[in-house]
């Protein structure tokens, strides 16, 4: 009688034994799969504000390329490529290149190039192929006597037009090429813009040396 009540106590006991360690089993089972789930809800937390952060980035470099497009060409032809085709089109002595912002032929270079009998051309170049859309002779603009100076001035030239934009680009993109007047000195004069910053150029027909305009 004793001995069966002392394997139901030790029975009992085990029971009870066994239920707890299964309770904390069960308890350590729940909290790993709490820290489980904490720790992959923080992955992705911490990985959806990096996929955030990238693309603000991605926004910003998209804004700023943006920004730098509309200040220039709507395309990758650069001021001396633009010369070089008007020139091989319409060959003759190439004074002005810039980008029309205006009108049917926004975003295109349009060149001025005179031609040996004196005629003034404009000459049209696709900014993102460089072909030659089509050139027509000036005949609102006529000469004066200081427009045939520069002219004159230009033909005796180290340094044409295309030569100053390549040497330009060192500064920024090139966005105007011209000639300039400046008490009876001629010079080449560019416009450059980079990081949204438009700056102004003078350079020496016979040196091709750039100096940055005092009055920019």
Not at 9 to 16: F, K, Q, R
Not at 121 to 131: C, E, F, I, L, T
Request: aromatic share 2%.
């Amino acid at each position: 009688m004793k001995r069966n009540i002392v394997i139901a106590t030790l029975t009992a006991a085990a029971l009870v034994t066994g239920g707890t360690v299964a309770a904390f089993a069960a308890g350590d089972d729940d909290t790993t799969a709490q820290r489980q789930a904490s720790t992959g809800a923080q992955v992705i937390a911490d990985r959806d504000d990096a996929d955030d952060v990238n693309d603000r980035n991605d926004d910003a470099d998209d804004d700023a390329n943006d920004d730098e497009r509309t200040t220039t060409a709507d395309g990758d032809v650069t001021a001396a490529e633009a010369i070089a085709a008007a020139l091989k089109h319409t060959p003759g002595t190439a004074v002005s290149a810039d980008v029309d912002d205006d009108g049917a032929d926004a975003g295109t270079w349009d060149v001025d190039v005179v031609k040996g009998d004196g005629g003034e051309y404009s000459v049209k170049v696709a900014s993102d192929s460089g072909k030659v859309l089509g050139a027509h002779r000036d005949t609102d603009d006529d000469q004066d006597s200081e427009d045939r100076a520069e002219l004159a001035a230009l033909k005796g030239a180290e340094f044409d037009a295309r030569e100053i934009a390549l040497a330009a680009a060192a500064k920024g993109t090139v966005t105007e090429v011209g000639v300039d007047d400046d008490n009876g000195t001629v010079a080449w004069s560019v416009e450059t813009v980079k990081n949204n910053v438009t700056s102004e150029w003078k350079a020496a027909l016979d040196t091709g040396k750039l100096t940055q305009d005092q009055d920019d």
